[in-house]
């Protein structure tokens, strides 16, 4: 009964030091990685100014703080008065926090050891915690349900493989334990509900909300700022490469290639999913011989056949500039990423193979008429002009999209009622 408790224990304890190295290493580029190091341990954390008891909200990294925009700024206008305390497990995620939320006190995540998940719950006295998506980190809530901290799941999700892989490595003693604390599982399906219950949720905690990415929160002048850029861009068919990874930029410049040699004024807005990547990005324009501008240092493109974004947080501003756009991290096996903020913008949504992530919002896109896949009769580049040469069908999708979005909003209302009584309860 205990196995998988005592293998989770010595598995964490021996990866540690790989994953201090990591962030090491990582640091090299990224600065951010090695700063904050006193709170992967639960120490050194921002002190309030009130004794009152914070909300903490736990999201993995910048693409969850996202998705929950919404919900952040919902949580503080339902409850101005009470404190949030907000974490992430990457600097980039911790970063996106502090600008959606300036009030709130942010900090790194511990890493899951039992000593620093106590020292951290111990320290900062929650009222509650809500985790966000995917987040099964099992010595953190263990701690919280020790310390009758009440938690609960939101827009939660798990992919399918997940829950074999969970139970071999965390064992039912550990989930049990774990889980013990967990008042309510908001989750995004039907069939996150099943998979959350096949490890050990109860049925009657379980409910099915939705994913929170449809309630976009998205800023009333988008649409005026997204207009004034397209048309300092100029009159030219722009496509967009969102969130891509290695390995994808030389399959999306070669898309490019192809598609400006039936529209030659053709400009790409590309966007890797990690800014710091900007120097391995650019080697590959060079490389191709492709001329680019990054929006660092130029506010438009100007006459540049790529516009490279290297800054963090404006992704939706070229979705709704865009005339169709290419969602990365589906092209080489990551999974994908949120396909739903191009649709709810009106943009036609291009997807390589690997969905894993999003399975079931791209199936119900494409379903819609809002989605192309790339496979191998038809390539990133055939997807590309299949839209740009039919203007009727690129606002079909579009519309198309826009529609999905709307129809299946509600879930931060759903979830800020499993919310309310932890927030309104005694501190």
Same mark, same amino acid.
């Given at each position: 009964?205990? @196995? ?23 640091? &090299? ?10 709170? &992967? ?89 809500? %985790? ?47 889980? #013990? ?5 908001? !989750?995004?399906? /039907?069939? *996150? ?25 998205? #800023? ?44 030659? *004024? ?10 710091? &990547? ?9 490389? @191709? ?13 100007? @006459? ?22 290419? %969602? ?15 649709? #709810? ?9 690997? %969905? ?27 997807? !590309? ?34 919310? /309310? ?7």
């Amino acid at each position: 009964m205990r @196995a998988g408790l005592m293998r989770y224990r010595l598995l964490i304890y021996l990866l540690t030091p790989l994953a201090l190295a990591f962030m090491w290493w990582r640091g &090299r580029k990224e600065p951010a990685w090695r700063e904050g190091w006193a709170q &992967r341990w639960g120490r050194n954390l921002p002190q309030a100014d009130a004794q009152q008891a914070p909300l903490w909200i736990h999201a993995a990294s910048v693409g969850e703080v996202n998705s929950a925009a919404s919900l952040l700024a919902e949580v503080q206008q339902r409850w101005p008065h009470c404190p949030l305390y907000l974490t992430a497990f990457t600097p980039t995620g911790v970063a996106r926090l502090r600008t959606l939320v300036p009030a709130a006190r942010v900090s790194l995540l511990p890493l899951d050891l039992p000593g620093a998940m106590a020292r951290f719950v111990n320290t900062l006295k929650p009222r509650a915690l809500v %985790v966000l998506e995917t987040e099964c980190w099992p010595h953190m809530l263990e701690a919280c349900a020790r310390r009758n901290v009440p938690v609960i799941w939101l827009s939660g999700r798990l992919r399918a493989s997940s829950v074999s892989g969970m139970h071999k490595l965390f064992g039912q003693t550990l989930l049990h334990r774990a889980f #013990a604390g967990i008042q309510a599982w908001g !989750v995004q399906s /039907a069939d *996150d509900a099943e998979r959350f219950k096949a490890l050990g949720a109860p049925d009657e905690r379980v409910q099915v909300t939705g994913s929170l990415k449809f309630d976009l929160n998205i #800023a009333s002048d988008l649409t005026e700022r997204a207009r004034q850029w397209r048309d300092c861009a100029g009159e030219r068919p722009l496509w967009l490469a969102a969130s891509t990874h290695a390995g994808e930029e030389e399959l999306v410049v070669e898309a490019h290639q192809a598609v400006r040699a039936v529209y030659p *004024d053709a400009l790409l807005v590309l966007a890797p999913r990690h800014p710091r &990547r900007r120097a391995e990005v650019e080697a590959v324009l060079q490389g @191709a011989g492709q001329d680019w501008r990054l929006r660092s240092e130029s506010a438009t493109p100007e @006459a540049a056949s790529v516009y490279l974004v290297d800054t963090l947080g404006e992704l939706m501003l070229f979705y709704a500039a865009c005339d169709v756009a290419f %969602v990365g991290g589906s092209l080489v096996p990551v999974g994908g990423h949120n396909l739903l903020e191009p649709a #709810a913008l009106g943009a036609p949504v291009i997807t390589g193979a690997y %969905v894993d992530s999003c399975a079931d919002v791209a199936a119900a896109l494409e379903q819609e008429g809002a989605l192309l896949r790339v496979n191998a009769e038809q390539t990133l580049a055939a997807r !590309v002009l299949q839209c740009l040469d039919d203007e009727p069908a690129l606002q079909r999708m579009g519309h198309a999209g826009q529609a999905f979005a709307r129809r299946n909003r509600g879930a931060l209302a759903r979830s800020l009622e499993l919310l /309310a009584p932890l927030v309104d309860g005694p501190s």
